[in-house]
């Protein structure tokens, strides 16, 4: 059954950075796009941003913007979340997710088929 698993979480001063993993494992999956989110308890779900798989075009959420970069490897089997500039409002449990097929708005956690199981990020002033 494939799943999504991530990496690279832990904790962080605020203006340092922190690189975010994301990998197909237990097989391959088709992708139209993929994603990060982010929530801290009591809060929704938010969209960070998003990649689509095909031609690399990205998308971001206005308060990461500028700050953020989400990548894939040349592979497409593996999704980074470069995360400069943090701040404490950025902690988090961050999430990745992907959708199969064409369609759905990438802001929208129901658009997306498969999920990772989190990782926390913890920005300190």
């Known amino acids: 059954q494939v799943q999504l698993v991530e990496s690279g979480g832990g904790s962080v001063q605020a203006g340092g950075s922190l690189r975010l993993s994301c990998a197909v494992s237990?097989?391959?999956?088709?992708?139209?796009?993929w994603g990060w989110f982010r929530q801290v308890p009591g809060k929704e779900r938010e969209g960070v941003g998003v990649?689509?798989?095909?031609?690399?075009?990205?998308y971001y959420a206005d308060p990461v913007k500028g700050r953020f970069t989400i990548s894939q490897n040349n592979a497409k089997n593996t999704m980074y979340l470069q995360m400069n500039n943090v701040k404490p409002d950025d902690s988090a449990m961050y999430y990745c997710?992907?959708?199969?097929?064409?369609?759905?708005?990438?802001?929208?956690?129901?658009?997306?088929?498969?999920w990772g199981q989190g990782t926390q990020v913890t920005v300190s002033a």
């Open positions: 997710a992907l959708r199969r097929y064409n369609g759905g708005d990438w802001r929208d956690e129901g658009a997306y088929n498969i």
């Open positions: 237990g097989g391959s999956s088709r992708i139209y796009y």
């Open positions: 990649i689509y798989h095909n031609d690399d075009s990205t």
